[in-house]
């Protein structure tokens, strides 16, 4: 993934530059967050893609021109006045899919029960698309997943310590 967006990170560039908007639209997981023991490898991969997006979002911000957002707006992924180049990061919770049948996990029981219904799913994420959210938890990763426990108080600190960087 580092290798494709760095190949693609010129394009992004190039179009911020020109004054277009540019997005890159990235799917982790609810367990980017807290982690389950039965996928931890799963877990892991979705966590180093949500700590890439975060800095890549922040690489990308200073190319945006007119950004405007509040910090608040900034920390929580709920502007949409960001102009440039915007890195949306959705967190689906478990969905029926396909992913928990038997004959992807065979020791998990009427797996396509588990999780939110694909329709309610699609329906939430697409309205967080629609509002120009950076952020979109879905479903029980917003309150179940410590989004906004511990993923608003890991951005905090994030947007802390760039700041402290800066100078």
């Not at 960001?82 to 959705?90: L, P, Q, R």
């Not at 029960?113 to 120009?132: C, H, V, Y």
């Not at 979109?136 to 309150?143: F, H």
């Amino acid at each position: 993934m580092c290798i494709l967006l760095k190949h693609f990170s010129h394009i992004y560039k190039k179009r911020a530059k020109g004054g277009e908007d540019a997005g890159l639209i990235l799917t982790t997981s609810g367990l980017a967050l807290v982690p389950i023991l039965r996928c931890g490898n799963y877990c892991a991969s979705k966590a180093a893609m949500h700590q890439l997006i975060l800095v890549m979002r922040e690489q990308l911000r200073d190319l945006s021109e007119n950004d405007n957002a509040t910090e608040e707006e900034k920390v929580s992924g709920k502007s949409n006045k960001t102009k440039g180049v915007k890195v949306i990061e959705i967190y689906p919770p478990p969905v029926q899919t396909e992913l928990h049948d038997e004959n992807h996990q065979p020791d998990i029981k009427n797996g396509r029960n588990i999780g939110m219904p694909l329709d309610e799913f699609t329906e939430e994420a697409w309205k967080g698309l629609e509002r120009g959210d950076e952020d979109i938890p879905v479903g029980t990763t917003l309150k179940g997943f410590g989004y906004e426990v511990v993923e608003m108080g890991r951005k905090k600190l994030f947007g802390e310590m760039m700041e402290k960087m800066k100078g």
